[in-house]
T-cell receptor, first 113, second 113 residues
Framework: DSGVTQTPKHLITATGQRVTLRCSPR?????VYWYQQSLDQGLQFLIQ???????AKGNILERFSAQQFPDLHSELNLSSLELGDSALYFC????????????FGPGTRLLVL | DQQVKQNSPSLSVQEGRISILNCDYTNSMFDYFLWYKKYPAEGPTFLIS?????DKNEDGRFTVFLNKSAKHLSLHIVPSQPGDSAVYFCAASGNNQGGKLIFGQGTELSVKP
């Protein structure tokens, strides 16, 4: 158990809908990261927040947004969902902002029908 | 453009022997590298890391070697155990990228009893 929690574990929804994925980092960690793992793309970095502020951004679609709250938990919002958004979404956390070991949660499996 | 490459999708090794997993990178700005292990339906689990100021780091049965001139790193597992069977990912991070990790596509290791 990494100490990073993600909810829900599974999510099934329809195209065009909006969903919110939630992540709680390990106690004491200030950074939260979001990654997407699809079958053909491997693990792709989406975005990082450090102590409530956006720190780094990857190839995150405009339909996706994230935030980190004062209690350091984070939410990833996915809107206007398409079939291709079906993937595993992982959250990770670390103490600092860069060159740190990231500890991953168990992931949320999203299926868009 | 795949900046981190794991050219072997799979590797099969006999129990007790050495497993060697390889990873190549193209971006000379990468200076921190990590290996993760992943079981199906779970998040990646951190194994070992190395900074570019070192060429070797050891932790129990796991050793990571870094060859900066060749832009190559490898993970050695000695002795290999059936419980090591999983997908192994290498990841890289560099300056001015926050905590963003770039992952390879993974190598599936199978350790036969």
């Amino acid at each position: 158990d990494s100490g990073v929690t993600q909810t829900p574990k599974h999510l099934i929804t329809a195209t065009g809908q909006r969903v919110t994925l939630r992540c709680s980092p390990r106690s004491g960690d200030l950074s939260v990261y979001w990654y997407q793992q699809s079958l053909d793309q491997g693990l792709q970095f989406l975005i990082q927040y450090y102590n409530g502020e956006e720190r780094a951004k990857g190839n995150i679609l405009e339909r996706f947004s994230a935030q980190q709250f004062p209690d350091l938990h984070s939410e990833l919002n996915l809107s206007s969902l398409e079939l291709g958004d079906s993937a595993l979404y992982f959250c990770a956390s670390s103490v600092g902002a860069s060159k740190e070991t990231q500890y991953f949660g168990p992931g949320t499996r999203l299926l868009v029908l | 453009d795949q900046q981190v490459k794991q050219n072997s999708p799979s590797l099969s090794v006999q129990e007790g022997r050495i497993s060697i997993l390889n990873c190549d990178y193209t971006n000379s700005m990468f200076d921190y590298f990590l290996w993760y292990k992943k079981y199906p339906a779970e998040g990646p689990t951190f194994l070992i890391s190395i900074s570019s100021i070192k060429d070797k780091n050891e932790d129990g049965r796991f050793t990571v070697f870094l060859n900066k001139s060749a832009k190559h790193l490898s993970l050695h597992i000695v002795p290999s155990q059936p419980g090591d069977s999983a997908v192994y990912f290498c990841a890289a991070s560099g300056n001015n990228q926050g905590g963003k990790l770039i992952f390879g596509q993974g190598t599936e290791l199978s350790v036969k009893p």
